[in-house]
């Protein structure tokens, strides 16, 4: 892939149908035309999960080690980028030998920042973003480049697989968890494979489930269907009992603030929620907190009366 020129290496990710699950999924090839067009800036490379209660990318990180390098260095040299910052687990990951990143990356800096993967929010590009700049002024003594692009370990695997293999993105590895099942643990599965299929393969329920959530319990989606077939966009199955399985009636505030005393930007979201619905008045500087929001969606973990306070926040930046 050395020899190949960059324009050849976009179009194999688009055929092989390479997409970005750092965050909301996206076609990788059409990011990484996006950042060409930009000034320079920094790789960032994601290396564990967003969600504490899946390890999918833990996973990925530590039986991947060699193929997720060479695919973060084809994203790298494809898109010029200036540097390379891999952020991994602190507990979980060992940093590579300065042989094999100086064989893969050439003369672009490389860099590895271990996270705290207990504390969250943690993962999202905000956060990322945080870690990078303080990690460049204490250890470095100067100022960061922009994040031109940050892709997790999975995406990195995938472009390995799909330049160097010619490998298609037919396959994800998925952490299925949760008290509601026999047998918890990680599975290489075909993109297609209907949710039954690999819960037979945990060993079936353990007890009835209460409810199936794709891709973690803070900010996963609900499924009642046992066919719903896996995507490129699943990490994780979690499957709940009821006594794990909060009760999600919606009832009346009760003006306890812990939505805005767990914020980690301030954000006071249930003011949001009663402007938005309620057209109560609040001042212009409180609409503007809500480009802060980092997604973490914790207003809504913590909510005792169930209000869709995240989801306010989504639409009040939509409505601006």
Not at 13 to 28: K, Q, R
Not at 76 to 87: K, R
Not at 213 to 234: Q, W
Not at 276 to 290: A, K, N, R, V
Request: hydrophobic share 35%; charged share 20%; glycine share 6%.
């Amino acid at each position: 892939w050395i020899y190949s020129p960059g324009t050849q290496r976009l179009r194999q990710l688009y055929e092989m149908g390479v997409i970005n699950t750092f965050d909301a999924p996206a076609t990788l090839s059409h990011q990484m035309e996006a950042v060409l067009k930009k000034q320079e800036g920094l790789l960032a490379v994601r290396l564990f999960d967003k969600d504490p209660g899946v390890q999918a990318e833990s996973c990925t990180a530590e039986f991947y080690v060699n193929e997720i390098l060479e695919g973060a260095a084809i994203i790298a040299d494809t898109i010029h980028a200036s540097s390379v910052v891999f952020l991994y687990g602190a507990n979980n990951w060992f940093v590579p030998q300065d042989t094999d990143i100086k064989l893969l990356f050439k003369s672009t800096p490389v860099h590895f920042i271990p996270v705290q993967t207990t504390e969250y929010p943690h993962g999202g590009l905000s956060e990322i973003t945080s870690k990078i700049q303080k990690y460049f002024q204490k250890n470095l003594k100067k100022k960061t480049s922009t994040v031109m692009l940050a892709v997790d370990g999975s995406t990195s695997l995938a472009c390995y697989n799909a330049i160097v293999k010619n490998y298609p993105y037919i396959e994800k590895i998925i952490h299925v968890c949760g008290d509601g099942i026999k047998k918890a643990g990680m599975y290489k599965v075909r993109l297609g494979t209907p949710l039954r299929n690999i819960l037979q393969e945990c060993g079936g329920f353990s007890c009835e489930p209460a409810k199936i959530v794709i891709n973690g319990v803070i900010k996963g989606i609900a499924v009642s269907d046992l066919n719903t077939p896996v995507t490129k966009y699943v990490n994780s199955i979690t499957v709940l009992s009821a006594k794990d399985f909060p009760d999600q009636r919606q009832t009346p505030c009760i003006r306890c603030g812990r939505c805005h005393e767990i914020c980690p930007v301030s954000i006071q979201p249930e003011k949001i929620y009663f402007h938005y619905f309620s057209d109560t008045s609040i001042p212009d500087y409180m609409l503007q907190t809500t480009e802060r929001c980092t997604e973490c969606a914790l207003c809504n973990a913590v909510c005792p009366s169930r209000l869709p306070l995240y989801q306010t926040i989504k639409l009040v930046q939509g409505k601006k």
